[in-house]
């Protein structure tokens, strides 16, 4: 069931890539069907610097990481994670071009979240 749940992500306009991922970065599930480059080199990079980022508020007593948002000139990168303290520890990204909806997406990854860490639990 974990394979259906970028579908509602894909269908939005700009939509690029995907994946699910451990908090260590082993990818549960991906597409790239529109992505020039490696998503599972992409994936391990903003893996790992969203987790230094969990490290770094921790430190800083700013509370739990959510998530991240890198806006460059021809994409957008959001990361969103299911929680650090929760015992499923997810993270799901996305890759939109210029013209994504990122609050659309924000709210999908929302909702896809939960269904990833209950399908985990199941």
Request: hydrophobic content about 45%.
């Amino acid at each position: 069931m974990l394979d259906t749940l970028l579908d509602d992500i894909k269908t939005i306009g700009g939509y690029k890539a995907g994946a699910i991922l451990d908090s260590t970065g082993e990818v549960l599930i991906s597409d790239a069907s529109n992505l020039k480059g490696d998503l599972d080199m992409a994936v391990a990079v903003f893996n790992d610097i969203f987790i230094t980022g969990h490290k770094t508020v921790s430190q800083l007593s700013l509370g739990l990481m959510k998530n991240m948002q890198f806006m460059t000139s021809d994409g957008i990168v959001l990361m969103e994670c299911s929680g650090a303290d929760e015992r499923i520890h997810i993270h799901m990204f996305v890759i939109l071009g210029a013209e994504g909806n990122h609050a659309l997406t924000r709210m999908q990854m929302a909702k896809a979240i939960p269904r990833a860490v209950k399908e985990l639990t199941a």
